[in-house]
């Protein structure tokens, strides 16, 4: 191993995905030097989503290869801060990106903007329902942007992903079309929404039939041919299934790699490295201000690369981690409740119900996409609260992105074996003639869940694995048992021949054996509040200014929706304070506390 | 650009223009203070940033950077394979090294070799130097050049390598001979009177310093282009030879496997970014494309447009009607009704995705393959290497995304892609000869042979043409076959 100082540059940007992306887009807009760094290998959809040797379950599902390894590095995880956690060293619950794109890469395409009560939850709770209605230890806040702030941004993410959707009101004006719980738009989505596949048509049927409000779910693959502002292209998709886990071949599903690599690439100003893993952010002596990252090349060397402008990008908890690692911030400790990084760590609250049609009806899962029909009737604050006592909420949708041939031979059906001819006869009737409907909840922020370094364990680069102590709540399990009871009017109207419910359970701790999502937010949240958010509005670190961190580790809870088109408009709006204000300034706090 | 490292993608349009403009300030700094300590040196003429900005531009219409760079190699300092009928020869290093490049030429040595032919040592360059059409090049356009090989270009100290041509074919003097018969003598390039200025410097761009012809127009026996320009009949840009298994089409008026069917603003979208709503660049074009048009100025891509639309018609074949769509496919497709067709189901599995039953693509991105002059080219090289091998659409400034097309041979078998191939050429209302057969796809995959159409024998499996004099008696091979560097870089 040796080491190695590079001559400095304005800007490093940790990670190559979504946001890494848009921040180094935008500052090599603004004519500074930006070196990004990526932890893993170059990625194309030339290489990786030829077609059709990249519809392969077996390599791109089963072994996983858009995703990080867990021998390099992984995390330690416990319920309880009684117990001692222990690495998660099979993917299964949640699967973090490698390589150039990231999670931006093997994401499904869900495009969601934030709700206006999503984004300053903690504010309207209490004002619809007081200050007691917070439960004990629940962290509830805002994030200190509003809706109105954030739409010009929402927008431009919008457009550069190519989201295809239906927009309830433009400008005020009502469409006719769309969630009459979206909050207005300055415009209508790029491209109209992806078609109903057949599941999420009789979907769309028996929620308006039980009274509910169906629209069709905001997705970012092009239900058309479209040219984003940069100029990158993306065909036209053809629900084909192969969006999540894989590079999509038809460049309809956006990524990093089709809506923003190319343009990013042109400017001269911009350098790619991959498999530099960045190991640690390097601060001056005064600790306030950051100089550079040192990260480990292919070949183990550890460089230096000096920079003005760090940009933490990376995945949500490698950016909890990488500050806890270089000390910028200071820790959360629950026990004191002092500190801000590795504080409100949260997931997604997702069960997932399985209904069989009659034989007559083949739902022909194999089809899918990131489109869909949803309803919002039972997210956020859409319906009183008050009686039920919990805080939060869940759309529910039906969200076909394909059912491939090992997931669904490996799909189990309650009360039949599992092998023999009874299985068979089985698993072929679930696949032609059953699927499945999400309820996607949000997940509220304790003073108990939360990561931080963990005391015993080390990754392959000998530094400290970062630790989750998580468990589900019960304000969670009330939500989300609340939300499914509601499907049963659905299920009904569909004339469902069976259904298996699924939801959470009173005393059954979080298990990370099992898929559930990659949604992980939270841990170094963005906030007005020095002492109970690790970021400022602009993502920038309270302690450290020349520091910003980019991600879903920002949003200081969990929301119903997706996390991506947040995390999109969340980078947009940083990096308009940063170009507009923090370079023209002396490159201090854009918010004094 | 291609030229970059592996991990290190650094974006370079017009860096190295850049870069060395600023080592060029240094260096004049360097030789005043080498003239104040009384020193003498080779290099201390004036030159203005200027023209060293005009020369990079004059390279780029020249497109140097293609043929003098080698795969993955450092720009200009040489080594591309250039295969020809009697062995491979090497581009060389043309940075102003003075030991390995051409740091030691006089301007009046540089415009010998540029538009003469003739090397510093007095020696003739192989013709797959374009030199005949580099000899109408303006005085003003190469001292410009030269300045900026002089001064814009970063030195490379990389020895050219020999040519791999063996006694006696490796003899030099014969070129001479060649260059005294099929050269013009230089002259710099005067329109005709009364032509329309802007089709006067189209013309000037095709002929001279583009020198589309090298790979556009038909070479004789003597290796030479049958026609420098349109006073040489429908011959000129008529379509050449495969260069690196990619045929180059024809450039004429040709409804069916010309650009008849173009209108200009295509002709400039194309040269522009490599896409249209009805074709998509690949091959040695893309190159073309990716390294040189894409950076003309719009008045200059327009010129060439109109120039070549401008170009008298040409006589189309006895026979041959214009292309008319025909729905019969798409229909037979759309009812999965494929039998009779042996190509049909694998265009449906593997084909279709992109292409479309209908054959007509995605504008921009999935070249539509009904009445698409590059799929009915008389040569079918060119489609079956892409089905063999794949493609990529070169990222331009003004399309940055590489939209790429799979190569299939480790997915489908000789036969199978044969099948595609004369599937596809005789669909939609295309109607070339399905005479593509699994030894042709099996040699362009194996041995990287052109499929031959044309010749005495040897790459064509057609025997009926023995005997018959053909102009170009040694095979489809017949011509300076640069390798391409986007084809290197493709899908798979």
Redesign the interface.
Known sequence: MTEKTLSPVDVVVVGSGWAGSIMAKELCEAGLSVVMLERRG?R????D?????SLDELEGAVRYKLFQNPADTTVTVRNRMDQEAVPYRRLAAFLPGAGVGGAGLHWTGVHFRATPQDLRLRSHIVERYGRAFIPEGMNLQDYGVTYEELEPFFDRAEKVFGTSGEAYTVGGKATGKGNIFAPDRSDDFPLPPLRDVYTAHLFRQAAAEAGYHPYAMPAANASQ?Y?NP????M??C?F?GYCSDYAC???AKASPN?NIM??L????N??????AHVLKVLLDSTGRKATGVVYQD?EGNHITQPAGLVILAAFQFHNVHLMLLSGIGKAYDPVSNTGTVGRNFTYQNITNSTVWMPPTRSTDQFIGSAGGVAIDDFNCDNFDHGPHGFIGGSPLWVNQAGVKPIAGAKATTPGVPRWGSAWKKAAIDTYRHSFTINAQGSNMAYRDVYLDLDPTWRTSYGQPMLRMTFDWKDNDIRMNRYVIGHLEGIVKALGARDVQYGMREEGKPFDVRAYQTTHLCGGAVMGEDPKTSALNRYLQSWDVPNVFVVGANAFPQGMGYNPTGLVAALAYWSAYHIRTQWLKGNGGPLVTP | MVLQSHDVIRHTSDTVVKTMIKGLKTALGAVTVGLLAGTTLAHAQSTDDELVKKGAYVARLGDCVACHTALHGQVYAGGLSIQTPIGTIYSTNITPDPTNGIGSYTFEEFDEALRHGIRKDGSTLYPAMPYPSFARMTQDDMKALYAYFMHGVKPVAQPNKAPGISWPLSMRWPLAIWRSVFAPAPKAFVPAAGTDAEIARGEYLVTGPGHCGACHTPRGFGMQEKALDASGGPVFLAGGAPIDNWVAPSLRNDPVEGIGSWPEEEVYQFLKSGRTDHAAVFGGMADVVGWSTQYFTDADLHAMAKYLKALPPVPVPPGRSAYTYDASTAQALDSNNTSGAPGASVYVEQCAICHRNDGGGVARMFPPLAGNPVVVSADPTSIAHIIVAGAVLPPTNWAPSAVAMPGYKSVLSDQQMADVVNFIRTSWGNKAPANVTAADIQKLRVDHAPISTASWGFGSADAATWGVYHPQPYGAGWTFSPQTHTGEDAAQ
């Open positions: 170059r194309s959809t030339a290489r989503g030829a077609y059709p040797s041919p040219t940069y100029g990158a292209q065909g036209p053809n084909c071949y038809m460049y089709v190319p343009a690439r042109r400017h001269e911009f350098t790619l490295r991959s498999n292919a």
